[in-house]
């Protein structure tokens, strides 16, 4: 008997301790002020509760020792194991200080020792990018030294056909001649025509003493 009671003894404080080791507490709660994607600061706590108890999370900015105002609305995770997260969008300020407070029902009533101190920059500081600089405009100098387009040339057909003379419309000295000659200018004509009307003339005067002769012969 005295064996079985040192032995059932001994079961309970096991299952004691195990349940203790099971059981919810504050250190099962971490906090951190970080960034989110777009340059916004949040504040996030981590519950790796392994019994997975439901905890209500209040988070405030303390200022002067005291609490400044609330952080959004107190929001509830379910812990486990690898670690359950929730986030407060907040942008804090470098070097800020806020108090996360941690409820569980019949379990834990407490704040995250110490409180949660925020970084040197803020987020919005850090996600800034510089805004581009305006490009420079050309300077004068530089537009004045760049070489002007080389002025267009004649073109091929242009420069290949021959420029016109004056007086191509004019005649020439054959074509003046030839105009000449068939207008009867500088020919023999005046001479033909002076033979022509000199054999008109004998002929003629033939005619008059044939007809004269012929008229005597007949009077005889």
Same mark, same amino acid.
């Given at each position: +008997?005295?064996?079985?009671?040192?032995?059932?003894?001994?079961?309970?404080?096991?299952?004691? /301790?195990?349940?203790?080791?099971?059981?919810?507490?504050? @250190? =099962?709660?971490?906090?951190?002020?970080?960034?989110?994607?777009?340059?916004?600061?949040?504040?996030?706590? &981590?519950?790796?509760?392994?019994?997975?108890?439901?905890?209500?999370? &209040? /988070?405030?900015?303390?200022?002067?020792?005291?609490?400044?105002?609330? /952080?959004?609305?107190?929001? @509830? /995770?379910?812990?486990?194991? *690898?670690?359950?997260?929730?986030?407060? *969008?907040?942008?804090?300020?470098?070097?800020?200080?806020?108090?996360?407070?941690?409820?569980?029902?019949?379990?834990?009533? @407490?704040?995250?020792?110490?409180?949660?101190? &925020? @970084? =040197?920059?803020?987020?919005?500081?850090?996600?800034?990018?510089?805004?581009?600089?305006?490009?420079?405009?050309?300077?004068?100098? #530089?537009?004045?030294? *760049?070489?002007?387009?080389?002025? $267009?040339?004649?073109?091929?057909?242009?420069?290949?056909?021959?420029? #016109?003379?004056?007086?191509?419309?004019?005649?020439?000295?054959?074509?003046?001649?030839?105009?000449?000659?068939? &207008?009867?200018?500088?020919?023999?004509?005046?001479?033909?025509?002076?033979? $022509?009307?000199?054999?008109?003339?004998?002929?003629?005067?033939?005619?008059?003493?044939? +007809?004269?002769?012929?008229?005597?012969?007949?009077?005889?």
């Amino acid at each position: +008997m005295r064996i079985l009671g040192v032995a059932s003894a001994s079961a309970a404080l096991a299952l004691g /301790v195990a349940g203790n080791a099971l059981a919810c507490s504050i @250190k =099962d709660f971490s906090a951190a002020a970080t960034c989110d994607g777009n340059g916004k600061g949040i504040i996030t706590v &981590t519950d790796v509760d392994p019994s997975a108890k439901e905890a209500t999370i &209040t /988070v405030f900015l303390e200022r002067n020792g005291a609490d400044d105002h609330q /952080v959004g609305e107190a929001q @509830k /995770v379910t812990g486990s194991k *690898s670690g359950a997260t929730i986030s407060f *969008s907040e942008d804090w300020a470098p070097k800020a200080e806020y108090r996360i407070h941690v409820s569980v029902p019949g379990l834990v009533d @407490k704040d995250i020792s110490p409180n949660l101190v &925020t @970084k =040197d920059e803020a987020c919005s500081t850090k996600s800034e990018s510089p805004s581009p600089s305006a490009s420079p405009e050309p300077s004068e100098s #530089a537009s004045s030294e *760049s070489p002007s387009a080389p002025a $267009a040339g004649p073109s091929e057909s242009e420069s290949s056909a021959a420029p #016109a003379t004056p007086g191509d419309n004019q005649p020439s000295a054959a074509a003046g001649e030839s105009n000449l000659a068939e &207008t009867g200018a500088n020919s023999n004509t005046p001479m033909i025509a002076g033979i $022509a009307g000199a054999f008109v003339l004998v002929g003629g005067g033939a005619v008059f003493f044939g +007809m004269r002769r012929r008229g005597a012969s007949k009077a005889s």
